[in-house]
């Protein structure tokens, strides 16, 4: 059973350019969330979803960011108009139940 | 004051030695989560406590619902242990409370 899986690893966007993060979660875990880890800084809650349906996205910026978990697919996260202080690591964590975490091994997000 | 803060923030040992890392946290909780983060890499979930005591490896961890404290504990501590390790604790079914973490080194 292969683990929560992210891509790409590292990617580079200039300004204003979109940014994907896809995460595919554990075989069988159908709770996802999404956490964004700021220079120097500890993880932030984003967004947590299950499939087709966003549960809590409290921790989402208003604008510019979005999250989907489809039916079929990975879940995506999308950032567009990437500025400088998008640039952070960002994790996916998966769950069977909405309980135990399991995370991903993240995206580094680079804007220049 | 943090819902959730961990001592020490940096903690520098011998390899061999016994090391603990200490957290606490203020608010009720669901379950309290132990997590390693290498330098430049991922984060890997190394317990889940709701109560009690769990065992992985060299790795210990216990918690103490009534006093709000959980400890993780690295028997013979080797280079390799070299990480960050962060609690969370679980207030919902989804949203955790991270601590600052605790930098850990293992000199050999």
């Known amino acids: 059973n292969a683990g929560v899986m992210q891509n790409p690893r590292h990617l580079v966007r200039r300004r204003g350019q979109e940014a994907r993060l896809r995460c595919s979660p554990m075989?069988?875990?159908?709770?996802v969330y999404w956490y964004r880890q700021l220079p120097e800084e500890g993880l932030k809650f984003m967004v947590y979803?299950?499939?087709?349906?966003?549960?809590?996205e409290s921790g989402m910026p208003k604008e510019r960011f979005s999250a989907e978990f489809p039916k079929e697919g990975p879940s995506i996260l999308r950032i567009q108009q990437v500025v400088r202080g998008d640039s952070a690591a960002y994790f996916c964590?998966?769950?069977?139940?909405?309980?135990?975490?399991?995370f991903g091994p993240g995206t580094r997000l680079t804007v220049t | 004051k943090n819902e959730v803060e961990q001592s020490p923030q940096n903690l520098t040992a011998q390899e061999g030695e016994f090391i603990t890392i200490n957290c606490s946290y203020s608010?009720?909780?669901?379950?309290l989560h132990w997590l390693q983060q290498h330098p430049g890499g991922g984060i890997v979930s190394l317990f889940m406590?709701?109560?009690?005591?769990k065992k992985h490896g060299r790795l210990i961890a216990t918690i103490n619902i009534q006093e709000k404290h959980s400890s993780l504990h690295i028997t013979a501590s080797h280079p390799r242990d070299s990480a960050v390790y962060i609690c969370?604790?679980?207030?919902?079914?989804?949203?955790?409370?991270w601590g600052a973490g605790t930098k850990l080194i293992i000199k050999p």
């Open positions: 964590a998966s769950s069977p139940s909405g309980d135990e975490q399991y």
């Open positions: 075989k069988g875990h159908s709770h």
């Open positions: 979803l299950q499939k087709e349906n966003i549960i809590d």
């Open positions: 969370a604790v679980s207030r919902s079914n989804y949203q955790l409370i």
């Open positions: 406590l709701s109560s009690g005591k």
């Open positions: 608010v009720g909780i669901s379950a």
